[in-house]
């Protein structure tokens, strides 16, 4: 009896149903419920800052602080420090006013002097409240407002001295306390 096929066709053959019985192999070894959680929805409401000299900054971040030139116009300008805090909302939930148990509040070090803090811009909601922020002695209080998912607020604060860390406090029902993003 004399087969058709040929010893280089059943090599091919075997080859092919080796990776075919591989990735099948593979597939029913990795799990099957893994669930992956993304990394900012455990943060809830969170925040950054960023400082930058009076001195070194450049125009185009310049125009953000209106108030600037009112504010630094008859003082001198060396120790002024610009600073653009971010409220984030990182989950994928709006976050109600009334889930923030404790507004946020951001304590600047000894021996700053806040010139100025203000309201900046909103990325991705609206500013659903026309409150500016409260200043007192060496803390900021943020108005406590509605945030859509996945969305920001920034304030612009001026300053007048050194500052090395800020004690930010702030705390919502369903994630606690505020956490800083980096």
Request: charged share 15%; net charge positive.
């Given at each position: 009896m004399d087969l058709p096929i040929s010893f280089q066709n059943?090599?091919?053959?075997?080859?092919?149903l080796f990776i075919i019985?591989?990735?099948v192999w593979m597939h029913f070894r990795r799990p099957q419920s893994?669930?992956?959680?993304p990394k900012g929805a455990a943060l809830g409401l969170a925040y950054e800052w960023s400082l930058t000299p009076l001195n070194k900054a450049k125009n185009d971040?310049?125009?953000r602080f209106q108030e600037l030139e009112r504010v630094v116009a008859e003082q001198r300008a060396d120790d002024v420090h610009l600073?653009?805090?971010?409220l984030f909302n990182m989950?994928?939930?709006i976050i109600e006013r009334e889930q923030i148990t404790h507004p946020v509040e951001i304590t600047f070090p000894e021996g700053t002097t806040i010139l100025s803090a203000l309201y900046g811009e909103a990325l991705k909601t609206e500013r659903y409240n026309e409150a500016e922020p409260a200043v007192e002695g060496q803390t900021v209080t943020?108005?406590?407002q509605r945030m859509n998912p996945?969305?920001?607020l920034v304030f612009n604060f001026i300053l007048r001295g050194g500052v090395g860390t800020l004690d930010v406090r702030g705390e919502t029902d369903e994630h606690g306390s505020i956490k800083r993003v980096g």
């Open positions: 059943v090599g091919g053959i075997a080859v092919f019985g591989l990735l893994v669930m992956v959680e971040f310049l125009a600073i653009r805090f971010g989950t994928e939930k943020l108005p406590v996945k969305s920001t």
